[in-house]
């Protein structure tokens, strides 16, 4: 079974708020035929599509293929989410790198956010609006110390002044639900549409020259020299090749899967919420990720849509239900919502690491793979494609710091890691109740 065709029809993209809601491309044609080209990117989500125009921007000859449709996968289906920091935190990755290599990251992550926002002011981007503002909200009384230090930390060892910390009333006045007990507020983060951004990078990569091509699922990567890149209609001669796949990924490469699993995610999209009503839920334009391993997030649309997401599942089928499933989570924060109809409910697949740090290898000297974001992908998924691109024009500095942050095997190999995987999930889940 694929995970491309698994829960989706080929070239169509999901039923998601998010593709309702969406001003699509005319589909790309399907690769055909001997093509030569100086890169070759794998992958049309944001790490494929970024790559793609900075490169095409540098002057090179550039092919994107994608087995479905440009930000058919997690790229046009998550929560829209720009947070800087990566799911490790400070502190960990202090004792892991040392301090030096730790702030070096975290610079890395703020220009993350950084050049969404600045994608967002393009005029390509005209329908996709950056809305300042995140909360982390913290589900247990004991980590709300915890999140004070952190944004003191940030202020005053790394110079970061967007962040406040949150006490109970004052989230419980930002966030309408008794679940929580503090947190803080960053106000350099925020959120957008994430199909209307991967559709701007879609419309600003074809503007720079870059061969587009859709429904053209690749089948082997040869590491000769120079690489071959083959699909079932058309072999690709490049000088360089770059792999964004993350989460559908698949047997293209065994060394990357050994480090990458992909997992689902689900969100689901209430009815117009009255201007009332949505201020009870959020007060203020904010986008809210809580403090639980199995992160529930959500964020209003601009049509005051409750956009909620939360639960997971392991292997290639989504559940049968979502609504169902996401409705637990939700209506455990947000008791207030019984009745309300959920009108959109779609899931999507994405990848993480056993550290949940980004992974970011050179699989051969002219073959790099970018994937693992661990739900952290829209700010640097982007990011990702701008290094690749200085990495392959001979600047490889910010490659170089992200690729010595060690990502281990997970245990077991292909068999076993999956049902590994659902057992810690399980213990952590558990961990969340209790």
Known sequence: MDLLTAN?????????????????????????????????????????????????????????????????????????????GLRMDRYDLERLLGLDDARKLWDISLQSVDIVRDFTRRPEMADCTYHPGLIHADHRARFVPESSAYVDMLRDDYGYPHMRALDREEIRHLVG????????????????????????????????????????????????????????????????????????????????AARVMPINNYIVATEPLTPDAQAEIIRGDYAVGDSKFVVNYYRFSEDRRLLFGGSESYGYRFPADIRKLVSKPMLEIFPQLAGVKLDYAWGGTLAITMNRMPHFERLAGNILSFSGYSGHGLAMATLAGQIAAETIAGQAER?????????????????????LL????????????L
């Open 8 to 84: 989706d029809r080929p070239g169509e993209y999901p039923g998601s708020y998010y593709a309702a809601m969406a001003n699509p491309l005319p589909p790309f044609p399907v690769a055909e035929g001997n093509l030569r080209c100086d890169v070759c990117v794998v992958g049309a989500g944001y790490t494929g599509l970024s790559t793609a125009l900075h490169l095409a921007e540098r002057g090179y000859d550039v092919i994107l293929l994608d087995a479905q449709r440009v930000g058919f996968g997690a790229s046009g289906r998550n929560g829209g989410q720009v947070w800087p």
């Open 177 to 256: 639900s008794s679940a929580y007990h503090g947190g803080f507020l960053d106000t350099n983060a925020g959120h957008l549409d994430p199909l209307r951004f991967a559709l701007g990078l879609a419309r600003i990569a074809q503007a720079a020259g870059v061969r587009i091509f859709e429904r053209s699922k690749v089948t082997a990567v040869d590491k000769g020299d120079p690489p071959n890149v083959r699909t079932d209609a058309a072999t690709i001669v490049a000088g360089h090749v770059v792999l964004a796949c993350n989460g559908y990924l698949g047997g293209l490469d065994s060394q990357v």
């Open 399 to 419: 490659f170089d710091m992200m690729a010595r942050v060690p990502t281990p095997r997970f245990p077991g190999g292909p068999r076993l890691r999956s049902p």
């Open 422 to 433: 659902v057992l810690a999930m399980l213990w952590y889940s558990l961990r969340d109740r």
